[in-house]
């Protein structure tokens, strides 16, 4: 039987080149339909999604625990471990391949277990146990020191030795679509001499991947480069929303807090791991070599384009604003799950770590406004008398995510958030 990542193999379904979804994909959600069924697991596939429920309910997937497509979320699918996802992924393949009938053949389950995507709302596809947001893209820290620091003190001394993080709120992860409300706050511009509370001013995105954890790890023990890698179930686009203004007066001397905690979108698609491996490449040259524990035998990077579009309230249409790739990040997914769990924290199923914004070394390769429009100072032109700075009220931001590969696309679908007032 052909790999599932094997370029040649074709689906029965028919498939757009230009689509995110196909069978060499095969991304993970969680849906419900028009049938008035309650929320279950599905894959994507074309224009379609192939319900897992129903394959399990007719015995075409054989899983120890077959009602884990029944599930309201993956984690109890994740929780079967690395073998059973790769036997799956590839039993998947099998039943959508165009030179097998087993499903081809037989319309009544076809009918019951492909449902038009199209007609499906698609959920929050993990139950998010912690989340945890990295600041691991040497182009991004650096942009963001030369704002606030200057030049010569642009990185902070512990940068370039482990992936900085912080720790953020999983009860506010929402999937894509869902509205983000503009969060309240303290603010305190420099010329001001005391606080005051109200909406902020200064509301920004961040472009990001969000890494789904599907495998625990033991409290107390650190994890190698191996055990972590076999833990990551697979990926999300990720967009961290910002206060800069909030984070700005409360970051000393704990870093963000509220500036971080009042929303974060992922996309509904979990992209799996092994879906990406062919198109894993090294990441930079890290210069000083990293302590022993955080050193990689091999590339744990991706080659995988990232789109961010912003459609003013007053635009007819999108803008695209910025253009960039996962592969520039300094620290690796890999790196930085084994740098999490290091000090004997434990990893759950269900954890989500944000990659940290992801920029490019050029300009229009910058993953946030803080730094597109270089902390307000260079107006973003979006269209004719149109112009941002930060988000307004009625804006909407889609970030979207694909690998290429030899006639076909490994993609991720979109992330939107539209801001709605505070109210």
Same mark, same amino acid.
């Given at each position: 039987?052909?790999?599932?990542?094997?370029?040649?193999?074709?689906?029965?379904?028919?498939?757009?080149?230009?689509? /995110?979804?196909?069978? +060499?994909?095969?991304?993970?959600?969680?849906?419900? *339909?028009?049938? @008035?069924? &309650?929320?279950? %697991?599905? =894959?994507?596939?074309?224009?379609?999604?192939?319900?897992?429920?129903?394959?399990?309910?007719?015995?075409?997937?054989?899983?120890?625990?077959?009602?884990?497509?029944?599930?309201?979320?993956?984690?109890?699918?994740?929780?079967?471990?690395?073998?059973?996802?790769?036997?799956?992924?590839?039993?998947?393949?099998?039943?959508?391949?165009?030179?097998?009938?087993?499903?081809?053949?037989?319309?009544?389950?076809?009918?019951?277990?492909?449902?038009?995507?199209?007609?499906?709302?698609?959920?929050?596809?993990?139950?998010?146990?912690?989340?945890?947001?990295?600041?691991?893209?040497?182009?991004?820290?650096?942009?963001?020191?030369?704002?606030?620091?200057?030049? /010569?003190?642009?990185? +902070?001394?512990?940068?370039?030795?482990?992936?900085? *993080?912080?720790? @953020?709120? &999983?009860?506010? %992860?929402? =999937?894509?679509?869902?509205?983000?409300?503009?969060?309240?706050?303290?603010?305190?511009?420099?010329?001001?001499?005391?606080?005051?509370?109200?909406?902020?001013?200064?509301?920004?995105?961040?472009?990001?991947?969000?890494?789904?954890?599907?495998?625990?790890?033991?409290?107390?023990?650190?994890?190698?480069?191996?055990?972590?890698?076999?833990?990551?179930?697979?990926?999300?686009?990720?967009?961290?929303?910002?206060?800069?203004?909030?984070?700005?007066?409360?970051?000393?001397?704990?870093?963000?807090?509220?500036?971080?905690?009042?929303?974060?979108?992922?996309?509904?698609?979990?992209?799996?791991?092994?879906?990406?491996?062919?198109?894993?490449?090294?990441?930079?040259?890290?210069?000083?070599?990293?302590?022993?524990?955080?050193?990689?035998?091999?590339?744990?990077?991706?080659?995988?384009?990232?789109?961010?579009?912003?459609?003013?309230?007053?635009?007819?249409?999108?803008?695209?604003?910025?253009?960039?790739?996962?592969?520039?990040?300094?620290?690796?997914?890999?790196?930085?799950?084994?740098?999490?769990?290091?000090?004997?924290?434990?990893?759950?199923?269900?954890?989500?770590?944000?990659?940290?914004?992801?920029?490019?070394?050029?300009?229009?390769?910058?993953?946030?406004?803080?730094?597109?429009?270089?902390?307000?100072?260079?107006?973003?032109?979006?269209?004719?008398?149109?112009?941002?700075?930060?988000?307004?009220?009625?804006?909407?931001?889609?970030?979207?995510?694909?690998?290429?590969?030899?006639?076909?696309?490994?993609?991720?679908?979109?992330?939107?958030?539209?801001?709605?007032?505070?109210?």
């Amino acid at each position: 039987m052909p790999h599932p990542n094997d370029p040649s193999v074709r689906s029965f379904i028919p498939v757009d080149p230009a689509s /995110d979804f196909p069978i +060499q994909n095969l991304p993970y959600g969680v849906f419900s *339909a028009r049938d @008035g069924l &309650a929320p279950r %697991v599905g =894959v994507a596939i074309g224009d379609y999604v192939l319900d897992l429920w129903q394959l399990a309910q007719d015995c075409r997937i054989d899983v120890v625990e077959p009602g884990v497509f029944a599930a309201p979320s993956l984690n109890p699918f994740m929780a079967l471990g690395p073998e059973v996802w790769s036997r799956t992924r590839a039993r998947i393949s099998e039943l959508l391949r165009h030179d097998h009938p087993e499903l081809r053949d037989n319309e009544k389950l076809r009918q019951r277990a492909l449902v038009p995507m199209a007609g499906v709302k698609l959920h929050l596809p993990v139950a998010v146990a912690g989340y945890t947001d990295f600041y691991s893209s040497k182009e991004h820290a650096t942009n963001v020191g030369v704002m606030f620091r200057g030049k /010569d003190n642009a990185l +902070q001394p512990n940068w370039l030795h482990m992936p900085i *993080a912080y720790n @953020g709120r &999983a009860s506010t %992860v929402v =999937v894509s679509g869902t509205k983000v409300r503009r969060p309240r706050g303290q603010l305190k511009p420099p010329s001001a001499e005391l606080p005051t509370f109200g909406p902020c001013k200064r509301l920004d995105f961040e472009l990001e991947m969000g890494v789904v954890v599907g495998q625990p790890s033991v409290m107390g023990e650190m994890l190698t480069e191996r055990q972590a890698e076999e833990m990551i179930f697979g990926f999300v686009l990720l967009n961290d929303w910002s206060a800069r203004d909030i984070q700005q007066w409360e970051y000393v001397p704990l870093g963000p807090f509220q500036a971080k905690a009042f929303a974060t979108s992922i996309s509904p698609w979990i992209v799996t791991r092994e879906a990406l491996q062919p198109f894993c490449v090294p990441g930079p040259v890290q210069d000083p070599v990293p302590l022993p524990y955080l050193q990689q035998t091999q590339p744990h990077n991706y080659d995988l384009q990232l789109d961010v579009s912003l459609r003013a309230v007053d635009m007819n249409e999108a803008a695209r604003i910025c253009r960039t790739n996962f592969k520039y990040m300094y620290w690796s997914s890999v790196q930085q799950l084994v740098h999490h769990a290091s000090s004997g924290c434990t990893m759950n199923i269900g954890d989500l770590l944000g990659s940290g914004t992801i920029s490019g070394p050029d300009k229009d390769q910058r993953g946030s406004l803080l730094e597109i429009s270089w902390n307000g100072s260079e107006p973003v032109e979006l269209a004719s008398g149109v112009s941002r700075t930060f988000l307004e009220d009625g804006d909407s931001l889609v970030m979207r995510g694909w690998c290429e590969g030899d006639g076909y696309r490994v993609g991720f679908g979109e992330v939107e958030g539209t801001i709605v007032a505070a109210g």
